[in-house]
């Protein structure tokens, strides 16, 4: 299990090849988050972030068969087009992998202590917070 | 009376930025041990303290470093901290 909170970038294969060295894996579902039009800043708690983190990848691993997962939040400034985040599941079968991965990344954007400010032409603007990602969190509780 | 606690508070986001303050050592009176009866002592400094913290904002709140319900208890030397609802992700 690997959680990092980093400024630099991060990637993707270098990630997923960290997993092949398990045969008992059959399956890695990878999700990456990335800058949609608007640069941005991404302010966090530092020590919080790590810890909200871990906590919800151990939920993960309670729920599911979770042989080894990669979770990395950038954060500072980040421009359109760059990644944010990166979740990336193992498991021996797909079907807990793919649930895996969506629980880790639902549970993050409800619980871990991010923050977004964007630039836009007119200003800078805190992010609101979505209630749709509220309800994609509380599915999960049912 | 009891005297009271010294705890650690923190502001994040847009919370830090209307307040203007980041951090603040602070003695509570005694009786404010719960997070909310914190972020109500807090309303009473008035002006943009009393905005920022009033009751029909979403404000989230963590106490040393886990999210916690509104009634969460505080102990002496604790860190709390108080921010928007997160966006990250």
Avoid at chain 1, 117 to 132: I, N
Wanted: proline share 5%.
């Amino acid at each position: 299990m690997k959680v990092s909170v980093q400024q630099d970038d991060f990637d993707l294969s270098t990630e997923v090849r960290a997993f092949r060295k398990n045969p008992k894996i059959g399956a890695i579902a990878t999700f990456v988050g990335t800058v949609r039009e608007v640069p941005m800043t991404l302010e966090h708690y530092p020590g919080m972030t790590r810890k909200a983190l871990e906590k919800i990848v151990r939920e993960a691993q309670a729920r599911w068969q979770v042989l080894d997962c990669t979770v990395i939040h950038r954060y500072g400034p980040l421009q359109p087009c760059d990644q944010i985040v990166l979740v990336a599941v193992a498991s021996p079968h797909r079907g807990d992998a793919f649930a895996a991965c969506e629980f880790i990344m639902d549970y993050l954007k409800t619980q871990a202590p991010f923050w977004k400010k964007e630039q836009t032409a007119e200003g800078e603007r805190w992010v609101e917070a979505r209630a749709s990602d509220d309800a994609a969190a509380a599915r999960w509780r049912s | 009376m009891k005297a009271g606690m010294k705890v650690t508070v923190l502001y994040f986001a847009s919370v830090k930025e209307q307040l203007g303050k980041a951090r603040e050592e602070l003695e509570l009176p005694a009786g404010v041990a719960t997070v909310e009866a914190v972020r109500a002592h807090l309303r009473e400094r008035g002006g943009v303290w009393a905005e920022t913290l009033g009751e029909s904002r979403r404000i989230s709140a963590a106490v040393n470093e886990d999210m916690v319900a509104p009634g969460a208890r505080i102990s002496a030397g604790d860190e709390i901290a108080f921010f928007p609802p997160v966006t990250g992700g």
